[in-house]
């Protein structure tokens, strides 16, 4: 079955520093996908990036960026310069199985104190 | 284009009672599943609709159940409701399964 597991349940970080986020999978599938979502106090899940596990090529959007590595089955997230906006709880997931629903981590709480 | 929507947003019910939850998806959006987050966990797999019928279920039992519509709305009922229901109950569209999921706001029920 799939696993996905975030080791760090809660990080705290001043503004402006850089902060990275740590999900790592479990998958008997050959392809598959991985998401990052973000859950700000409201309750709702903001997707921020799906990832194609053909495409091993890092990606950045702003001062989001993801570092995914097959070979260890990690799918790290990094914010460059935080914001007190970025607090959130922070999830990474990824389906069950082929076109299945999502697979979620315990989440990240990530506090950015101004 | 409006996004996924959720009423109710805030519920209280006592044990034993039951419960409806409705979603609107998103528009051009075939797919809908719920998920129940419980406090500081992660949100899990309760069931999802294609095309109104049933295709797939996880570990919840049968006084979960659920429908969507023709046009692509859902609606979540709990029955006998007990107090480890109390959760945020989730509800994302797709536009065809495999696809990135767009969640609403989530309905907060608490069972007391």
């Known amino acids: 079955a799939q696993k996905v597991t975030q080791a760090q349940t809660e990080i705290s970080v001043v503004e402006k520093e850089d902060v990275t986020l740590d999900c790592v999978y479990e998958?008997?599938?050959?392809?598959?996908?991985l998401f990052w979502y973000k859950q700000p106090p409201s309750g709702e899940l903001v997707f921020l990036i799906r990832?194609?596990?053909?495409?091993?090529q890092n990606e950045i959007s702003g001062r989001y960026s993801w570092n995914f590595q097959k070979s260890t089955s990690s799918f790290n997230f990094t914010i460059t310069a935080s914001q007190v906006v970025d607090s959130a709880v922070y999830f990474c997931?990824?389906?069950?199985?082929?076109?299945?629903?999502?697979?979620f981590g315990k989440g990240t709480r990530l506090s950015v104190i101004a | 284009e409006t996004g996924v929507t959720q009423s109710p947003t805030h519920l209280i019910k006592t044990r034993g009672q039951q419960v409806t939850l409705r979603c609107s998806s998103q528009?051009?959006?075939?797919?809908v599943s719920w998920y129940q987050q419980a406090l500081g966990q992660g949100p899990q797999f309760i069931f999802q609709y294609y095309r109104e019928e049933e295709n797939g279920r996880g570990n919840f039992p049968p006084r979960f159940s659920g429908l969507q519509f023709p046009n692509y709305s859902s609606e979540l009922n709990v029955n006998a409701l007990e107090l480890d229901d109390s959760a945020l109950y989730l509800c994302?569209?797709?536009?065809?399964?495999?696809?990135?999921?767009?969640f609403g706001q989530g309905t907060r029920l608490t069972v007391v």
């Open positions: 990832r194609n596990s053909f495409d091993e």
């Open positions: 998958t008997r599938d050959t392809t598959y996908y």
């Open positions: 997931a990824l389906p069950n199985s082929g076109n299945t629903p999502l697979v």
């Open positions: 528009s051009g959006h075939n797919t």
């Open positions: 994302a569209s797709s536009q065809q399964r495999g696809t990135e999921a767009f």
